[in-house]
């Protein structure tokens, strides 16, 4: 099982990005709570958002921002994290797991890279 991030980019603070990830080869996604997890350089992976397995999200960064929203889709096996008013400071690589993650699962995440 390996997880599949994509919808990275390079962009300017302010912009958005909506980053994707395809579960497909964990069957029992659905039964699964899933998160999205960040690293920046230098520092440890940290979690983002966490959703359950009836799509209720909890924040653990920016959580009075507002400015993450995350999502999945149980039928097409797939996690989402919309991003917006993206800063200089959310440079990283996301991942995206189980929650809590379960280390066999990692990808190889998806990099976001957030420059004027």
């Known amino acids: 099982v390996q997880m599949v991030e994509s919808g990275g980019g390079l962009v300017r603070p302010g912009q958005s990005l909506r980053l994707s990830c395809d579960a497909s080869?964990?069957?029992?996604?659905?039964?699964?709570?899933m998160g999205w997890y960040r690293q920046a350089p230098g520092k440890q992976r940290v979690v983002v958002a966490t959703?359950?397995?009836?799509?209720?999200?909890?924040y653990w960064i920016d959580s009075e921002e507002g400015r993450f929203t995350i999502s999945r889709d149980n039928v097409k096996n797939a996690v989402y994290l919309q991003m917006n008013n993206l800063k200089r400071e959310d440079t990283a690589v996301y991942f995206c797991?189980?929650?809590?993650?379960?280390?066999?699962?990692w990808g190889q995440g998806t990099q976001v890279t957030v420059s004027s």
């Open positions: 797991n189980t929650s809590p993650p379960t280390p066999r699962y």
């Open positions: 080869s964990l069957t029992t996604f659905s039964e699964k709570a």
């Open positions: 959703v359950t397995t009836g799509g209720v999200p909890t």
